[in-house]
């Protein structure tokens, strides 16, 4: 434990580290970490969609030619593919294009400019609109409201969710409040899951804004790492029992299934809602892509197929997981610097060091060649309050990069810490 | 001429004209004319596409792995296949989805929300946002005004492109004119392109508004139905010349060039417009499909390939439109009750009957199984104001459908010309 070490300890010790961490420095590396992209081995399970999947049949099981104009929400196999995703009917579906953020984006974009169903006027008329954010989260949910000029007010994350009475107070104190993020299933980047309690307790919210929706990022749906996957309720089905079967737009994408640059994305939420968003977005496209769609259907076939491959998936990314873990518990944990979560699935392990250390330590690892998520992207306004917490995205290098990135995090840890320690 | 016939002559030719339209409809046909689709056929010439296009590489040509995220603006290869389109330069374009639409839709509700490039502010903050709407014009152009609450000033159409003398005087009054929608070539539905001198004024408008924008849709910029296409003036180019570079934002798609599910759409204008709606765009999406743009790039290679490519969809519709405007000509022309254009490309024929004579052909004509698109969608709100103006759209159907089509268009037309002379 760091903590307890005299102040020239302390200083022998940064003497060691600064000079294992010039060794790595010497080596000149280049490792990109900073995104949860997928690494090629994982992009070539789907490479059969790109090439043979459509010949010579291009209709839809319906008889839609879909090379050709028409359908506004998805073809029915493609809608058929999606809905266990996050278990919907088929009229609580949407099936859009490559991009959940864009459907997410376009969804407040529409909100701000004309409404949500049941809203009495559109969310640019009120004075100011707020969105709560749990944190640590996804930035470029962060990003959507500060680019539109939405003001974001912090939630802490505890262990089971976001901290749900603070949560319940503000909602329902504030109309001004008219929506929440939530990536419910290996929450990016804490990887926990929400417990049924908080879950329930979202669909049970009382906004005071009858125009309050919940944003359920569902990313990481089946992204599992480990043979004891999470589970959580089901948001929608939780929100009919409570009597507010329109407060929650769903949304998942095949970005880390099949391709994040060339997926599916869809909506899920009450058959009104998807109505409402139907009747709006009609004006804003003809369609999405139906051949892209068609091609899902036919190379995943059913839920199963989606299962079956996120398998193959998992063998590639979990040793990677083990790797940062590894590393973690053998090289941090002994010295009580920091604390993380070992998660059950999706892309991330967040790392909260010591407070006053996240910069540093992404600052250190990038001057030795290591790019991670910068320090405080997971917080609104990209501001860390305590400045210790980092994401690690272990998917994209191969192992061995991923090794020695770790290495280089590690040493850069502990030699932010003891710089921090001396400090005090 | 109809108009020379005494009420007596005009009660046998009705009654003759009845029998003929009952035989039609007794044959209980079905047609749909109502959008301006590619056929079949013309689908067919780009299948290969969609099979053996991407085999086994999806790397651009600067090394970017098309199957994961990044790259906002659309991968080299895409750009410069598009970038002839539209006459711009590298640094002057953006390759998005599949939907032309969705980009202009986008890039509205952007400037509503968030502003253009030079603005002062958000659209949505002034009083009111106007837009001109040269008529007969494309519906789904208007129904996003409407959609997003945007008044609607209708602008007539002359022989060479809209009422210049109007759009100058307009927007130099009124700073609440944010906007102007334009075709200009093979115009959606007259078939018209703007003259050099139009374009020019279009470049030199003087808008008190400054942050007008012309919405330049030149969705039919290479589809050609004769050996003597239109030409028009490069109106990026102009602008610049004019001190305006801004003005303008440009739009494409090879929606009926490949296919209108599954094709690219881009944006093109000024660097600094261009880089100010990238770092809009960029909250909305990581980047649009570039498996798709990849595709497109591979398969045409260039800009001769697209040309290449745009002839044999001239032969495949140019003989459609030939029986269209044969029909015309042989049964409508003598009789002096309508005029329409004979249009060097694109996918319209804009028909102008007698006042208050449009809504009742398209019911008649769907009466005997032939459905036109809606009468007065070609204008704003969807009024026409003199209910003339009906857009043949003659590329679905087969050339025997056609025909007949049109045969139960033409009884419908004088049908209804002389219901209308008789009421007088």
Same mark, same amino acid.
């Given at each position: 434990?760091?903590?307890?070490?005299?102040?020239?300890?302390?200083?022998?010790?940064?003497?060691?580290?600064?000079?294992?961490?010039?060794?790595?420095?010497?080596?000149?590396?280049?490792?990109?970490?900073?995104?949860?992209?997928?690494?090629?081995?994982?992009?070539?399970?789907?490479?059969?969609?790109?090439?043979?999947?459509?010949?010579?049949?291009?209709?839809?099981?319906?008889?839609?030619?879909?090379?050709?104009?028409?359908?506004?929400?998805?073809?029915?196999?493609?809608?058929?593919?999606?809905r266990?995703?996050l278990g919907v009917a088929e009229d609580e579906i949407?099936?859009?294009?490559?991009?959940?953020?864009?459907?997410?984006?376009?969804?407040?974009?529409?909100?701000?400019?004309?409404?949500?169903y049941g809203?009495?006027?559109?969310?640019?008329?009120?004075?100011?609109?707020?969105?709560?954010?749990?944190?640590?989260?996804?930035?470029?949910?962060?990003?959507?409201?500060?680019?539109?000029?939405?003001?974001?007010?912090?939630?802490?994350?505890?262990?089971?969710?976001?901290?749900?009475?603070?949560?319940?107070?503000?909602?329902?104190?504030?109309?001004?409040? %008219?929506?929440?993020?939530?990536?419910?299933?290996?929450?990016?980047?804490?990887?926990?899951?929400?417990?049924d309690?908080?879950v329930k307790r979202f669909a049970n919210l009382k906004p005071?804004?009858?125009?309050f929706r919940i944003?359920w990022?569902?990313?990481?749906?089946?992204?599992?790492?480990?043979?004891?996957?999470?589970?959580i309720l089901n948001i929608l089905e939780e929100c009919k029992k409570a009597g507010n079967p329109h407060m929650v737009l769903m949304?998942?994408?095949?970005?880390?299934?099949?391709?994040?640059?060339?997926?599916?994305?869809?909506?899920g939420a009450s058959a009104e809602n998807i109505k409402?968003?139907?009747?709006?977005?009609?004006?804003?496209?003809?369609?999405?892509?139906?051949?892209?769609?068609?091609?899902?259907?036919?190379?995943?076939?059913?839920?199963?197929?989606?299962?079956?491959?996120?398998?193959?998936?998992?063998?590639?990314?979990?040793? %990677?997981?083990?790797?940062?873990?590894?590393?973690?518990?053998?090289?941090?944990?002994?010295?009580?610097?920091?604390?993380?979560?070992?998660?059950?699935?999706?892309?991330?392990?967040?790392?909260?060091?010591?407070?006053?250390?996240?910069?540093?330590?992404?600052?250190?690892?990038?001057?030795?060649?290591?790019?991670?998520?910068?320090?405080?992207?997971?917080?609104?306004?990209?501001?860390?309050?305590?400045?210790?917490?980092?994401?690690?995205?272990?998917?994209?290098?191969?192992?061995?990069?991923?090794?020695?990135?770790?290495?280089?995090?590690?040493?850069?840890?502990?030699?932010?810490?003891?710089?921090?320690?001396?400090?005090?």
């Amino acid at each position: 434990m760091y903590r307890e070490y005299s102040a020239e300890q302390l200083n022998e010790l940064k003497s060691e580290l600064l000079a294992q961490y010039e060794a790595y420095k010497a080596k000149n590396l280049k490792l990109d970490m900073s995104r949860g992209k997928p690494a090629p081995e994982q992009l070539n399970l789907s490479i059969e969609m790109l090439t043979h999947c459509l010949d010579g049949d291009y209709k839809s099981e319906n008889g839609i030619d879909c090379r050709n104009y028409g359908v506004l929400d998805g073809i029915p196999e493609a809608k058929e593919l999606m809905r266990p995703l996050l278990g919907v009917a088929e009229d609580e579906i949407i099936v859009g294009g490559n991009s959940s953020l864009q459907l997410m984006y376009d969804t407040i974009a529409r909100a701000m400019l004309l409404g949500v169903y049941g809203g009495e006027k559109p969310w640019c008329k009120s004075n100011k609109v707020k969105f709560l954010c749990p944190a640590p989260g996804y930035d470029r949910h962060f990003a959507i409201c500060e680019s539109i000029g939405i003001e974001m007010i912090t939630v802490p994350y505890l262990e089971d969710g976001p901290d749900m009475d603070m949560v319940e107070k503000l909602v329902a104190e504030d109309d001004e409040i %008219k929506g929440i993020w939530c990536v419910p299933m290996y929450s990016n980047p804490t990887g926990i899951s929400y417990s049924d309690t908080v879950v329930k307790r979202f669909a049970n919210l009382k906004p005071k804004a009858k125009d309050f929706r919940i944003f359920w990022d569902n990313a990481y749906c089946v992204h599992h790492l480990t043979d004891t996957p999470d589970k959580i309720l089901n948001i929608l089905e939780e929100c009919k029992k409570a009597g507010n079967p329109h407060m929650v737009l769903m949304f998942t994408s095949t970005s880390k299934i099949s391709f994040p640059g060339g997926g599916l994305a869809c909506i899920g939420a009450s058959a009104e809602n998807i109505k409402f968003i139907d009747s709006q977005m009609t004006y804003q496209t003809i369609g999405y892509d139906k051949l892209n769609q068609l091609r899902h259907a036919k190379f995943f076939k059913n839920f199963d197929g989606i299962t079956a491959h996120m398998l193959k998936h998992k063998e590639i990314i979990a040793p %990677k997981f083990n790797i940062v873990l590894d590393m973690l518990n053998k090289e941090i944990a002994p010295h009580g610097i920091a604390k993380w979560h070992n998660p059950n699935g999706g892309y991330f392990v967040s790392f909260t060091g010591m407070d006053g250390t996240a910069k540093r330590i992404v600052a250190l690892c990038k001057e030795a060649g290591v790019v991670l998520t910068g320090a405080g992207a997971t917080y609104p306004y990209g501001k860390d309050p305590h400045d210790s917490n980092i994401r690690i995205a272990p998917t994209f290098p191969t192992c061995d990069e991923l090794q020695t990135a770790m290495e280089i995090f590690c040493v850069s840890a502990k030699l932010a810490s003891v710089e921090k320690l001396l400090e005090k």
